[in-house]
RNA sequence: GGCGACAUAGCCAAGUGGCAAGGCAGGGGUCUGCAAAACCCCGAUCCCCGGUUCGAAUCCGGGUGUCGCCUCCA
């Protein structure tokens, strides 16, 4: 069948084909750096991390750019209001950006450019505008003549005439045009600057993805992607700048994914309802969040709750559980015998189910539950019995479908070098003897009194195991 | 006013014409000293009203409701 995508420009689902057989370039829109970002921020950051890795999986070389926005109104105003420098914030977030990810186990792009390291490029780009008639110099200010742009709006699928009678931006009279935007903004005292053939100054949001992405990517990108509120003005913008410049088409396949609201709503400063997900990691971990994003599709929108992410956590913990059964059963001494047909059928058709899933689109919803039909029979099968060669081989099932996902890149261990599990150790050697004496009282004591401490203990054929509990706490009203 | 999305079990969520995935919660079993884990079984008039069709959650028309973009925003 092959992948497909869905393009936002048409509207449909598209066969997906790279302009080079065998590479993919991919361009989404990184962070402002001027505060920590939130989980509304990391839902496309994280499924583009999925769908990089499976772009990979399915075979193709990806050259993935995402850029860091490190000069803008935004880091100005705050680098005011902290009596700081702007370049100072913006290192500062910079920084928080790239733990933040990292401790959520998405990879980093391929490049991650910074703006302001990229002015040259720019500058050059908007001479060129210049030069072709679609940008104007206005007392040191440059903008984007949108008339000059016949196709303008195509991607958000608006005509100027209809975009203009919606506008309630308060008209700007150093414009030819309302819709007009800056490339290139005057220096006001005090703010960073960069020498330009218009004067001191920097440059517009807009222009920066386009400098970029053409920088390291080309004329021609197959992926540019970014949420869906970047639609307009932003990628139509990219466009207009783009192709104007180039006479290429910019990119191939748009790719927008939708928001995530909080109980409800969506998440505002006003409302004081935006969680970080530097304050998230506090709350869960990142398999569970990762599993809360990527259970349902993409395109949807998505509602952060209380309740959504106790579901994720058991569901995490249930998937856990089986890959840390199986990782027991596979590491048994054993003999070497050849897996059963069975197993392989299993793991064989899971696989297919799982590509369908993820060919459609990026369905990670189905995908995920594909890992979960395949935890039901592996637990199946394994209750029946199964040999440590099949245990293995499942276990590496369960590794490569998951890999795609992001799921057991940071498996917690249960750190059997911490003197944690020798008290525990000793704590249930106690209770086993207790129960070989049928002195239940002792041993269900011993038991209760752990789990208040938050460590479950499973009474097995082949002994007692513990296990940390899935706690789940409740973000309550938010941020502390 | 323009453009668009969504409405599926108590909750979350797949599913674009042919017996309604998956997860969480709940009920009943198997196993267990009792639990836990695991497995098996149980649960849906697919927002409403029309229409097309042998057949519709799925297509068409009309409602209702929720939300988003049109201004910085993932």
Redesign the pocket.
């Known amino acids: 069948m092959g992948l497909r995508v869905f393009d936002t420009m048409t509207?449909t689902?598209r066969d997906f084909e790279s302009l080079e057989p065998g590479q993919v370039r991919m361009y989404v829109?990184g962070?402002?750096v001027y505060n920590y970002?939130?989980i509304?921020?990391l839902?496309?950051f994280l499924f583009f991390d999925v769908v990089r890795r499976y772009l990979e999986y399915i075979g193709y070389d990806v050259l993935y750019v995402q850029n860091i926005t490190d000069v803008?109104?935004?880091i100005i105003n705050r680098a005011n209001e902290a009596g700081t420098t702007a370049a100072e914030v913006a290192e500062a977030y910079t920084r928080a950006f790239f733990t933040d990810l990292d401790a959520m186990g998405v990879r980093r792009a391929t490049v991650h450019p910074r703006a302001t390291a990229h002015i040259p490029q720019m500058i050059e780009l908007i001479e060129k505008l210049v030069s072709g008639g679609h940008a104007y110099v206005q007392d040191g200010d440059v903008y984007y003549r949108v008339r000059s742009f016949p196709s303008y709006g195509k991607l958000?699928?608006?005509?100027l005439d209809?975009?203009a009678?919606?506008?309630?931006?308060a008209v700007d009279e150093r414009k030819a045009d309302p819709?007009d935007?800056a490339l290139w903004k005057k220096a006001k005292p005090g703010e960073p600057s960069w020498p330009s053939p218009w004067g001191p100054g920097r440059p517009g949001?807009h222009i920066e993805c386009s400098a970029m992405s053409m920088n390291y990517l080309g004329p021609t990108l197959d992926i540019h992607a970014?949420?869906?509120?970047?639609?307009?003005?932003?990628h139509e913008n990219e466009i207009a700048q783009s192709e104007a410049a180039t006479g290429h088409m910019f990119a191939r396949y748009w790719m927008?994914?939708?928001?995530?609201?909080i109980e409800?709503?969506?998440?505002?400063k006003s409302l004081g309802n935006i969680i970080t997900v530097r304050e998230l990691r506090r709350l869960h971990e990142p398999a569970v969040l990762r599993h809360f994003l990527l259970?349902?599709?993409y395109?949807?929108?998505?509602?952060y709750?209380g309740?959504?992410l106790?579901?994720?956590t058991?569901?995490v913990?249930?998937l856990r559980?089986?890959y840390q059964?199986l990782a027991r059963i596979a590491s048994e001494p054993g003999h070497s015998a050849s897996p059963a047909a069975a197993v392989s059928e299993m793991i064989e058709s899971a696989r297919g189910r799982f590509v369908s899933?993820m060919d459609?689109?990026f369905?990670t919803?189905?995908a995920?539950?594909v890992l979960?039909?395949l935890?039901?029979?592996a637990?199946?099968a394994?209750?029946t019995g199964i040999s440590p060669a099949e245990a293995s081989l499942l276990l590496h099932a369960f590794d490569e479908l998951g890999s795609v996902l992001g799921f057991y890149t940071s498996a917690p261990s249960q750190s059997s070098t911490s003197n944690v599990d020798g008290i525990i150790r000793i704590l249930t050697d106690i209770r086993q003897k207790a129960?070989q004496n049928r002195d239940?009282a002792t041993?269900?004591r011993i038991?209760e009194e752990l789990q208040k401490l938050g460590i479950?203990?499973?009474?097995?054929p082949e002994g007692t195991r513990w296990r940390v509990e899935d706690r789940f706490e409740d973000g309550g009203s938010g941020p502390a």
């Open positions: 509207r689902l829109c962070p402002t970002f939130h509304g921020n839902r496309p803008d109104d935004k958000s699928h608006q005509s209809e975009l009678a919606g506008a309630r931006v819709l935007f949001w970014g949420g869906s509120d970047l639609v307009f003005p932003h927008h994914v939708a928001y995530v609201n409800g709503t969506k998440m505002s259970s349902s599709h395109r949807t929108p998505l509602n709750s309740e959504a106790a579901a994720s058991r569901a913990g249930r559980g089986t059964r899933a459609d689109d369905n919803a189905n995920i539950a979960f039909e935890a039901r029979e637990n199946a394994a209750d129960r239940f041993a269900d038991r479950i203990l499973e009474d097995t």
